[in-house]
């Protein structure tokens, strides 16, 4: 029962440390460069996927993603690894602090660690790039959305 009790306090707190550091609506880089870039995008896009029976807009469109992709790519994966390593550095506290427990303790422990950022972000971002890059998808603000669920990000 105690190692029980010890085990959702373990969960508990990291998954806290993950709350603190997720990204807030209110966020100066959310608010005033995430957010409006991914709309500014996506609504460009729109009017370039609807004038896509012609070539241009449909290449300039393709460019325009791919810059999309490394810019918004590198912010959710700042934003990522940030939940990340609160969440490294809380489950590094714990293993001190349970140091003296069973090995099966720590190896619970460690299977709560989620997927590290650069997988999360390059998951993330390349299926918003797919979902762009198809024709007529793309009218759908995957930027936005993409945004949107790093806010959501625990």
Do not use: H
């Not at 870039?37 to 609504?43: K, Q, R, Y």
């Amino acid at each position: 029962m105690a190692e029980t009790t010890a085990e959702l306090s373990a969960e508990q707190s990291t998954e806290n440390a993950g709350e603190k550091a997720r990204v807030s609506p209110l966020d100066p880089d959310f608010i005033c460069f995430a957010l409006p870039f991914a709309i500014i995008v996506d609504a460009i896009d729109i009017i370039l996927e609807l004038t896509s029976v012609f070539i241009l807009p449909k290449t300039v469109g393709i460019i325009m993603d791919i810059i999309t992709f490394t810019i918004i790519g590198g912010w959710i994966y700042w934003r990522i690894g940030r939940i990340s390593k609160s969440r490294e550095e809380q489950k590094r506290a714990f293993q001190k602090q349970l140091a003296q427990k069973s090995t099966q303790m720590q190896q619970q422990l460690a299977k709560g660690i989620t997927k590290g950022p650069l997988r999360k972000t390059f998951i993330r971002v390349g299926a918003t790039l797919l979902g762009e890059l198809i024709p007529f998808v793309g009218l759908l603000p995957f930027w936005t959305i993409s945004v949107i669920l790093t806010l959501r990000e625990k």
